[in-house]
């Protein structure tokens, strides 16, 4: 699996505070881990959201939405649920 960031998800992570920026970077390791040893961690909260769109948890307030097409997995935006619902809508 291939991981790339869109740059609309860069967009919003330059905008996060500091911990949230450590948060969003363990959330996205996590689930480079998953796909590589299979081993879903405790928390990440790995949700499908449509067909392609996925969403894991980088804190309680805060998700991160990402694509999966073949072996690439894209991430599209970080942020709060509103964020998230915003994006949603706009596709």
């Known amino acids: 699996m291939k991981f790339y960031s869109t740059p609309s998800f860069l967009r919003y992570f330059k905008k996060l505070e500091p911990q949230k920026k450590q948060a969003a970077k363990e959330a ?3 689930l480079m881990d998953l796909y590589e040893t299979g081993l879903n ?3 990440l909260g790995l949700k499908q959201l449509r ?5 894991i948890r980088s ?3 805060d998700r991160i939405l990402f694509s ?3 072996d690439v997995a ?3 935006i970080v942020g709060n649920h509103d964020d998230i619902r ?3 809508k706009s596709l």
Do not use: D, H
């Open 28 to 30: 996205v390791s996590y």
């Open 41 to 43: 961690p405790q928390g």
């Open 51 to 55: 067909k392609n769109l996925w969403e």
């Open 59 to 61: 804190s309680l307030k």
């Open 68 to 70: 999966i097409s073949r």
């Open 74 to 76: 894209s991430f599209l």
């Open 86 to 88: 915003r994006y949603l």
